[in-house]
C-alpha cells in the first residue's frame, strides 16, 4: 500500500542483457514497496519506458499476460502476426505466450508503461538487439526478471532461468 511519486529511470544500455541493449533508452520499473505491518501488493509490475528515436523493444514471450499503454509519440507495435501504428493513448493487450515487441517511429521520445500480473516475469527473445561484440549470437536462453530481488533484495539473485516453452 503505497503511492510512488518519482520514477528512478536507468538506462538499458546493460552489456549483461546481450539480446535488448537499447543505449538510448530508459526504463523504470515499479513495484509496490514491502510493508509487512501495512501490507502491500504482490501480484502487479509496472515497467515505464522512454524508448529513443528508432529503438525498438526485439520480438519476445512471456508466459503471462501484458497490457502496454502508449503515453505519449509515435510508434508500431506487433502482436502475433499483426503489426500496427500506436500513438498516445494506444492501448495494446498481449496475451500470455504471444510474440510481441515495439519500434519507436516518432523523431521525439517514445514513452509507455506495460502491467504485468506478477512480480516475476518470465522472459524468452525471438530476435535481438545485440549488445557490442555479441552481433550474430542466437538470443540467450528464456530467464525470469524478478522484480522484488532487483528493486529491493540481492539483484545478484533477480534473472534466473527458466523454463519457457518453445510456443510462449
Known sequence: MSIIKDLDYQPL???????????????????????????????????FERMAP???????????????VIDEG????TVGNDLKSVSSGTVVFVPAGTPHGTRNL?????????????????????ERNPAPGTAGAPPQPPFSLRLRELLEGDPAKAIVPTEIGSGQ
Open 106 to 126: 516518432g523523431d521525439g521520445v517514445l514513452k509507455l508503461h506495460a502491467v504485468f500480473p506478477s512480480q516475476e516475469i518470465p522472459i524468452r527473445y525471438l
Open 74 to 77: 509515435q510508434g508500431e507495435v
Open 54 to 68: 528508432g529503438d525498438r523493444i526485439p520480438l519476445h514471450t512471456h508466459s503471462i499476460d501484458e497490457v502496454i
Open 13 to 47: 544500455a546493460d552489456e549483461s542483457d546481450p539480446d535488448d541493449y537499447r543505449p538510448n533508452s530508459q526504463w523504470a520499473l515499479v513495484i509496490d514497496p514491502r510493508n509487512d505491518a501495512a501490507g502491500f501488493v504482490e501480484s502487479l509490475a509496472l515497467l
